[in-house]
């Protein structure tokens, strides 16, 4: 997760000649070397594609910028109205870049290595939309799920479109997994769950299941704690990312007999280094490894990590999956 | 949970003649009457005293402010030696007012009115200590804890002796049931939780149990997960309080036949009102009224409620006691 980025003096200086951040999303020479640095320094097992996930509400008309420091800044949404004003003309000619830099990935990527493809899950997307930018408690967006359920709906659903397209799209140009990712399904309020973070992206997933039934799919709902059961239940979806508050043990009982997992180390690890890292990501191993596992964090890497701290942790996981 | 606070405008007034914010906890008569301020309105079983988690590393010498919009900023500790200066000299003596505050309110409140007395968890505490302030990712505070256990520890374990002698002077000046917020579990790694979330916590509630046996003890270590039936699990607990992220079927099946459960409507109900505050209500009340229950949120009040909101959930709640 995130395994392009600050953190990596290459990308610091890329980032700087491509200009915005969006600029380096839509550029596809850019965003295909951007994805590949990592790949040239660690011998990762899979790349993603360097991209982000407002790129949707973008696309569909919506003011996105990125301010440092800040992170996202968008033009909030806040009324059923504005919902009229989100279009999806012209949405694949918007995302073409991306589906460029998708191909050109795959071209340069080694046969073994898969590329991966991913967007934000609909209420996710949806609270930068509502808030127009990160938020601590939602207030806005659930504000509007509590007291106008139907057109909250209804923009539930025209993402739910938007991503199942951009999905289907990212795998006809080369993805060979895609992911899922409802970063803050963990402050929807439990009644709301199902209804906004599971069945979106079950619906989702069936979408792209019927268009590409050979291609995995990853649903990351982080921070939903038991509910991560009700997710791992799905049909449609084959692997679950975990977050890092959740202990291997619980994992293993509960969501490996039914899924392929992936995660959890947490970030922090990565920027400790040293004996800390190697034994957290050695417990994560032994317990979740005997399964069906995808080694991953548990959330993005963070700018202060030192990319040795990376190559090591990659060499730990190989030792692991060599002997076993 | 902060019953008292922004959303009402005697509280804004109030908190205009007091100065600061640390003013207003360390004046009695402040303190006293914000305290009491949401009991004047609202027909509540209980009352919680006006203070903050802050005033613990505030007592040990460690700068404190409040900026308004950005909340709390600490000059932060990031080393071993710089533990050495935090002091318990004088601890008592810094934390007369909210005693005398507390000795205050219970004088005023009626009988059958409990008064809470509360702090917030070491975690919780040293991520504001270690970060200087609230973060997102609290890359330090986790740093610290991987890279040197041992000084991590030696800080964990002196915010457990303050905490325990705080929660224990709260009840010798009136406290009739106390509190133990650990309001950022969920961000420790897994491996972590045990460590230094539920052994500190239970090691302070046996503390306290010790010197006042008869007073109930809830801790609430949020977005904790799955990992609540650990601390549902501790002998010297009395209560669990459960964010609103969690099902209360979940809470039914796992918590309640171990402990009282408290909680967990999202806060963004009470913004909302009307019906769907309602509902929410009283399928929490439907689901976990027949076991040991207090209702309550799953977080904070919100500045942006409206007080008559406030007032509408106490009759529904109300109601329900009345019926059953």
Redo the contacts between chains.
């Keep these: 997760m995130r395994q392009a980025g600050r953190y990596l003096p290459e990308y610091r200086e890329l980032r700087k000649k491509a200009g915005s951040f969006l600029d380096l999303c839509y550029t596809p020479d850019f965003a295909v070397e951007v994805t590949l640095q990592p790949l040239r320094r660690f011998p990762l097992d899979a790349a993603i594609i360097f991209s982000d996930i407002l790129v949707i509400p973008h696309a569909m008309g919506q003011e996105v910028g990125f301010v440092e420091g800040k992170g996202p800044v968008l033009s909030p949404i806040r009324s059923e109205e504005e919902l009229d004003a989100l279009s999806s003309d012209g949405f694949t000619e918007h995302m073409d870049p991306v589906y460029r830099a998708l191909r050109g990935v795959r071209e340069e990527l080694a046969d073994d290595v898969a590329l991966i493809g991913f967007a934000g899950a609909p209420w996710t997307i949806a609270t930068y939309m509502i808030e127009g930018g990160s938020s601590r408690?939602?207030?806005n967006a659930?504000?509007w799920a509590?007291?106008q359920?139907e057109s909250f709906g209804r923009l539930i659903s025209i993402l739910e479109n938007r991503i199942a397209d951009h999905l289907i799209a990212q795998i006809e140009a080369g993805a060979q997994l895609v992911q899922i990712f409802d970063s803050w399904a963990?402050?929807?309020?439990?009644?709301f769950?199902t209804r906004y973070s599971v069945s979106p992206i079950a619906r989702i997933a069936s979408r792209v299941k019927a268009a590409a039934p050979d291609v995995p799919i990853i649903a990351f709902p982080r921070?939903?704690?038991?509910?991560y059961r009700e997710f791992a239940a799905l049909d449609s979806i084959d692997g679950i990312s975990m977050d890092?508050?959740?202990?291997?043990d619980?994992i293993r009982q509960?969501i490996q007999p039914l899924k392929t997992v992936q995660g959890?180390?947490?970030?922090?690890?990565l920027?400790?280094g040293?004996d800390?890292?190697e034994r957290?990501a050695r417990?994560i191993l032994a317990s979740l490894g005997k399964g069906p596992f995808i080694f991953n964090l548990?959330?993005g890497v963070?700018p202060?990590t030192p990319p040795e701290h990376v190559a090591r942790l990659c060499e730990i996981v190989s030792e692991f999956g060599a002997a076993s």
């Design positions: 408690d939602y207030p659930k504000k509590i007291t359920p963990g402050a929807l309020p439990a009644r769950l921070l939903s704690g038991p509910a890092q508050s959740i202990s291997p619980w509960e959890n180390l947490d970030p922090a690890f920027v400790a040293d800390g890292m957290a417990d548990g959330h963070v202060q």
